[in-house]
């Protein structure tokens, strides 16, 4: 079945700093790589998502890369502010029918001022 | 989105009881799926509830253990069943909607003494 491998596991930049994170997958047939944000004791939130057609994709100051043949897609936050403090996790479709998912082991993300 | 409900928010039960926690959507969904989420943990995909037939499970996951419910395309149920200290968790529901994007519930905090 998937496994998703994330990296790394904890993350500490300076306000202002971009910020990257890293997911492997090793089902082929995955098609769909979604992120989610969690902040402390609240549900996990979509932020972005792409799917296997496409190979980047931009939302304001957050991007995400998808290179199909190498097997891993990134997130991408730049000009970063405080409020981006929070657990995330990258996930991948399990290829079954619907998009169940398996995700990465997440990445705590602190941005100080 | 669709407005996602779980009941309870919370509870604490003893060993070898069960709790059905509940999963209500304000709009009917095809996909809905159940995911455990242990503490400072990445979430772990139970299963997917199939509205009409049984529910398919992810590997170390058996229907004795949590069965679920789908009786309509708005709502469906998850039982831990003989609990242990070891099924302490958060239990969030999730429903897919558009073109695979899935979105959470607010989760259920079970803790078992």
């Known amino acids: 079945g998937e496994n998703v491998e994330q990296h790394p596991s904890t993350l500490s930049v300076q306000e202002g700093d971009s910020a990257v994170i890293k997911c492997t997958y090793s089902d082929s047939a995955s098609n769909y790589f979604p992120w989610y944000k969690q902040e402390l004791g609240k549900r996990p939130q979509l932020i972005i998502d792409i799917r296997s057609n496409v190979g980047e994709k931009k939302d304001q100051r957050i991007a995400v890369t998808l290179n199909k043949t190498a097997k891993h897609f990134s997130l991408h936050i730049t000009e970063t502010q405080p409020e981006d403090s929070a657990v995330y996790f990258c996930a991948a479709s399990t290829g079954q029918a619907g998009t169940a998912l398996i995700f990465g082991k997440g990445t705590t993300l602190s941005v100080s001022s | 989105s669709a407005v996602i409900s779980q009941k309870p928010s919370r509870d604490i039960c003893q060993r070898g009881t069960s709790l059905t926690i509940q999963c209500q959507v304000d709009?009917?969904?095809?996909?809905m799926f159940w995911y455990r989420q242990q503490p400072g943990q990445s979430l772990t995909l139970i299963a997917t509830?199939?509205?009409?037939?049984?529910?398919?499970?992810e590997s170390g996951f058996v229907i004795d253990k949590f069965p679920i419910s789908r009786p309509n395309l708005t709502f469906s149920t998850l039982t831990v069943s003989n609990m242990s200290p070891e099924d302490s968790s958060i239990y969030l529901c999730?429903?897919?909607?558009?073109?695979?994007?899935?979105?959470f519930g607010p989760g259920t905090r079970l803790t078992v003494l």
């Open positions: 509830a199939n509205q009409g037939s049984e529910a398919t499970y």
């Open positions: 709009s009917q969904v095809t996909m």
């Open positions: 999730s429903v897919e909607e558009g073109l695979d994007q899935q979105f």
